[in-house]
């Protein structure tokens, strides 16, 4: 292995030495010129031509010898120069690694000026003309006043809004329920009974009605004397019990509706009656329009009416009971009088309506916090009065203000843009500054507004601030040297170029937030580094990533978290996949853990309370965008990264590993034999893969390839002589050339692999699964004709394979594999126990060649894989049922 090593080392610098003397050939071309012209020069000649040929001849080779040492000597420089960098590439890279993260993440400590505002003036500085400068301190304060003054932009709060309609339809609610305790109003026809006196005859008091009555009464025993005995008896049965004063008898005792009716001539006078209560204008027109019923209408019809007043009555006392209830349970109840019963059905209806319509426009237009009570009470009054019948309008006022608050809150947001628009709407503040004007004193401590004019006029003395940039460097070289530890750690073996390509990856962030990009790259390396190396590197990079950046730089936590954690995400998932399609979902999973991440972060830290709602979310949303983004961009670039930098992941191995790609298809059409081995061997190596946790796909993928070099010859390899004559012994003879032929075929396919652009994992399983193994059969066959003719020498060397032997698991399980699959072809009837003593004495072979040594495998690993072995070779010979032999009838 280290022979190998070294020789591929000599051949790397060979080349490299070929390409820079490349560039001298034209001086070795001319040096041969001049020895082809000497050679020339055998004529015959003068003696003084001759003499000065011949001393020209010497001028121009010593020249030429004086270049062709200089040549030699630039060319060994280079070509130990060459050396030492590919000896030390690692240290290499690793300069090359610490150089590139400190000029990208501490691009801001360049250039910067060594004259900083609050620092003393080392000399007197004079303005060397005149100009015009912006004052920015006086423009920025400006601003700030301008924008302080802006007037807020207020939008209308849809909860406080939504409860203030809640609490209006909760007290006309309760207004039906106590107008439906008190039925329907007017509970009479209003051309009979008037609207004031029906509502008087509901509300009066009791002594008020029997006043009432008794009045009626005398009209009452006017009309009895004119009527029939039959229908006289009919009133006195049916009313005279609920109403006893309008039928009394003789004594002044109520009648017995059982008893004979004796109709007597009334007495003119009447019952005496309070003053106060006859005098009340309301009683004497109830009084007035009930004696006109009386008169227009039956006895029977004017009974019916006192009946229902009284009824109307009860449920009214019954309703006046439900504002006491109010009242105890709310004393700032609006139901406090009598006046919502006192309105008709069809007041009712439209108070109803429009008190929820002025509520609705008023609510609509926004009640704003500070504004007086009485600019609210006077647009009430406004909108009731025109659109309130009159009755009603104490009653819809009172609602309305008992509910009404104010309901617009501040737009944080338009109020933000107003004000910014407001601020760029200033002039900048510019004072001009003449020729010799002193700006700064010596000693003086310098002020912004100095430090601007010093600016203006180049004055500001700028130089690297070496000592951020020596710390910073001591920072990547610690996380640096913690990514080194892991992959030791966990014993990955990545080649130069994918220590470039995980550079490159890594300086995607920072360069993008250089740039001005804040939602930077995170997504893209997460699922890219854990798709081409897997999650303990990609979150091992992101995690260093988001310890380094904020030292050098100022950047939002809150966005540095929720961009590592979709980073972090797709390094765990994404070498799980299989498929395009999944790593697709995977994209929209890394988008929807940045925005969640942001906005909790936002809302836990109180990001939200200080700048509304909205812009949070907003901020959420496009978080969540660019991570799809960025997942979505590194979709795009994966295959080229895989194809530039020679990567296998396991969904390029599963696409490598269909069958239809041409090169297999190839293989299967061309070596039918050795396709039917390779699919065997891959379900041997894959399955003691799987049990040894070792790449299956890789395993299954490569074994795959392992025997593409065969279609060179195809009847070289007795699989796929399908019975025929063997070559070797008909046409050939010769144990040389057939281990000659069976050698080519890894040589070939080498050649096959790299013109299809296989990846390097993929082509080691071409030498590798044959390593150093000696070709016995040929070998013999060489040994014997030695034995009968003593002048032939036989090397070993001759019937080995060129190697390498396996460098990894994967390909010596499949150097197992492969040297076991003819032996369990072979094997027939034989018991399981068998078959793995024949399986361990084959493994046991290559292990004593050393064939393994460089593999990782160990020798219990090696008793297992005969075991996997076994297995797999009893599912494919199991036994089956022996069917009776059927007789055909000649029939």
Known sequence: MKKQQFFQSLTQQLTAWRRSTAMYRPVRWLVKQCQNRQSCRGQPQTNVLRNFNNSKHDKRKTVSRSMA???????????????????????????????????????KLYNQPQLQVGTYAPQTFKAPYSTSIEDKKQTEARRKEVSKSSTPVLMVDAQITTKIGQQLQKLLDQGNEIRSVAGPFPFFDTA????????????????????????????????????????TNFLRKHHSAKYPSLFPNATGLPINPHQPLTITQPQPSEPPQPSNITQNKDFQLAVGELEAYQITTSAQNLFSLVQQISQVRQAYIKAKSQFLQLETANSETVYQETVILDLSDDDWSTTYTQVRQIAERILTQGIPEGLPDEIIQKTVNIHVQDLVPKDAEALASKLLLTVLEPNLKKDEEKTQLQAQQA?????????????????????????????????????????????????????????????????????????????????????????????????????????????FYGPTLGATVIGLLLLVIPTSWEISKIALLAGAAGGILGSCIAQRLRSREELALLGVAIAATQGSVYLILSLFFGAAFGTGWYMVFQAAGVFALSGLAWSIVALGVSPYLEKLFDLVTPIRLAELANPNRPLLKKLATETPGTFQHTLFVATLAEAAAKKLGCNVELVRAGTLYHDIGK???????????MGGPNKHETEIQDPWKSAEIIKKHVSEGLVMARKHLLPTAIQAFIPEHQGTMLIAYFYHQAQQQAQADPSIKVDEADFRYDGPIPQSRETGIVMLADACEAALRSLKEVTPEQALTTLNNILRARWQDNQLQDSGLTRDEMTQIAQIFVEVWQQFHHKRIAYPKLKVSNK
């Open 423 to 531: 601020a760029e709407g200033v002039l900048p503040v510019i004072v001009k500054v003449n020729q010799g004007q002193i700006i700064v004193r010596k000693g003086q401590k310098i002020t912004e507004w100095q430090f601007d004019v010093l600016e203006e006029y180049k004055l500001i003395r700028r130089e690297n601030n070496w000592l951020g940039l020596t710390k910073l460097a001591v920072i990547i070289t610690g996380a640096i040297g913690i990514f080194v530890w892991v992959e030791n750690h966990h014993k990955y073996r990545l080649r130069q170029r994918d220590h470039l390509l995980i550079l490159l990856l890594t300086l995607s962030s920072p360069a993008a937030i250089a740039m001005g990009i804040l939602h930077t790259t995170w997504s893209a390396v997460g699922l890219l580094l854990g798709s």
């Open 192 to 231: 009979v009974l008037s609207l004031p006196t029906q509502q008087y005859l509901r509300a009066c008091s009791d002594s008020e009605w029997k006043a009432l009555l008794a009045a009626v009464e005398n009209k009452s025993k006017q009309k009895l004397n004119l009527f029939p005995d039959n229908q």
């Open 711 to 721: 279609m060179h010859d195809p009847l070289g390899f007795i699989e796929n002589q």
């Open 69 to 107: 040492k200089s040549i030699k000597t630039q060319t060994g420089i280079k070509a130990v120069g060459l050396g030492w960098v590919h000896e030390q590439r690692s240290s290499v890279v690793f300069a090359i690694a610490v150089v590139s993260l400190t000029g990208v993440l501490g691009h």
